[in-house]
């Protein structure tokens, strides 16, 4: 078993920041990509940014330059530092993880975290 948990989510005015963080834990190998998602009221979920096990990053275009990602690899762990936060950042966030699990280590599953919530206000 595999779980994804993600912290860190909460209430800041426009232009405060926030740092997410996403610890997966269980019967894991190894981890590949990484990344966070958000789902807006009333919006389809979105990529906000991925990283790669080597560290390569993709970031969605409005949030480039403003939130920043990183991953602990000896912790299983991945950050999301957010930075001049607007309102149309409020959302769910969720992690996501490709996880080969230790008894199948040839094998990817796609996990997801249960979310946490981010609120901006103007």
């Known amino acids: 078993q595999v779980q994804l948990v993600e912290s860190g989510g909460g209430l800041v005015q426009a232009g405060g920041s926030l740092r997410l963080s996403c610890a997966a834990s269980?019967?894991?190998?190894?981890?590949?990509?990484m990344g966070w998602y958000r789902k807006a009221t009333g919006k389809q979920r979105e990529l906000v940014v991925r990283?790669?096990?080597?560290?390569?990053?993709n970031y969605k275009d409005s949030v480039k330059g403003r939130f920043t990602i990183s991953r602990d690899n000896a912790k299983n762990t991945v950050y999301l530092q957010m930075n001049s936060l607007k309102p149309e950042d409020t959302a769910r966030y969720y992690c996501?993880?490709?996880?080969?699990?230790?008894?199948?280590?040839?094998?990817?599953?796609?996990?997801w975290g249960q979310g946490t919530q981010v609120t901006v206000s103007s």
């Open positions: 996501n993880a490709a996880i080969s699990r230790r008894y199948a280590p040839d094998i990817l599953h796609d996990y």
């Open positions: 990283i790669t096990g080597g560290g390569s990053t």
């Open positions: 269980g019967s894991i190998f190894s981890i590949n990509d």
